[in-house]
């Protein structure tokens, strides 16, 4: 195809002859060529990969057709072919039979030919899928809470009668032999309750809100750590002096960020290095709304990584890497962050673990947000 300069659409506005279309193919981006009736014509190699169809296949058959809930797609299709634009990006979800959603920036093109061909050309739409796939994750998170939440009120009603049989019990016997089991039980109901406790505290709300130095949470948490792994384990600091405070609970995000240091001690076995880092973030979106800045932590370590079969679900209840583990320390800060506004994100891999908090400062609807009007948080 004669004018064909990748990854440019505008060049492909020539009229296309035939024997050309497999220029398509120098496109990064996936492209699809159909004639006036909305049938699909050509479709690049990246098209194929991306929807998981053969040109072969699908030659000749209504492009929309591919397609389960495609209303939008054939919109845009029914508006190419009265010409009423000749030029038109758009967002677009689609979702092929049995597979899930892809979220793609489309660029339509009207081709300057009397076939009346148009170009379709989808790239995804990353800040639109990660927003999908929060949300997604936030839903799921959402349900096991209250799952656990409902079992944790279930179960702790019968506690406290157990616990008291058990001392009534325990003053009957005369042997002190036997009152050892009495005991055992105690301390095992207590030991229910306080996981309950645990379970149910996030759920409890903001019960102290103030003007939160981020840098004096991280200094509390690295003494905790570094009293409980005093030999072997390093905690790196590396701040960023001109970060504002933040409005919240210092108990809630002291626990949260407890919770991720330790769970980076346990995997490195209290033998590494730990790094804390702090930055401002710009422009950033947490749950569907944006911030034009936001508290940026970092928690990373050198550790062996989180297994790959749970790290989609390292935030839900009851998941845990560790034997030992109940799984209820990182559900625990996610939902105390998440009470705050923002949200834990994580990235790992063999030798670098990296948990990251966000905590947003103010909305880019809010021209004089709390950034603006709080003190520095230096140390």
Known sequence: MRGVRPPRISNLRRTPEASGLDGLDLLTGAVALLDAQGATVFLNDAA???????????????????????????????KAMVREFDERRTELTLKRPGREGVALLTDATVLDDPRGFLLLEFR???????????????????????????????????LGGIRGAAQLLESELEAPEMREY??????EVDRLRALLDRLLEPH?????????????VCERVCALVLAEWPQGL?????????????????????????NLVRNAAQ?????????????????????????????????????????????????????SARPDGVGLGLTLAQNLILRHGGVIECESQPGHTDFRILLPLGSESDANGPATAMHGGNL
């Open 48 to 78: 194929e990969e991306l929807f998981e169809v053969s040109l072969r296949r699908v030659r000749g058959q209504a492009f929309s057709e591919l397609f389960v809930e495609s209303d939008a797609l054939e919109a845009l299709l029914a």
């Open 204 to 216: 409890r709300g903001l019960s102290h809100l103030e003007d939160v130095n981020l840098h004096e």
């Open 124 to 158: 995804p739409d990353l800040q639109r899928q990660r927003a999908e796939r929060d949300e997604r994750r936030r839903d799921a998170l959402q349900a096991g809470h209250d799952l656990v939440r409902g079992l944790a009120h279930e179960i702790r009603n019968p």
């Open 267 to 319: 995997a490195l076995a209290g033998r590494g290095s730990i790094r804390l880092v702090t930055r401002i973030a710009r422009q950033v979106t947490i749950d569907r709304r944006r911030h034009r800045l936001a508290l940026d932590l970092h928690v990373i370590d050198d550790g062996p990584g989180v297994d790959p079969e749970i790290r989609e679900r390292i935030f839900f209840p009851m998941v």
């Open 182 to 187: 009495t005991q055992v039980i105690v301390r």
């Open 234 to 258: 390093r905690i790196e600091r590396d701040y960023d002096a001109s970060l504002p405070s933040v409005r919240g609970d210092p108990e809630q995000l002291i626990q949260a960020l407890l």
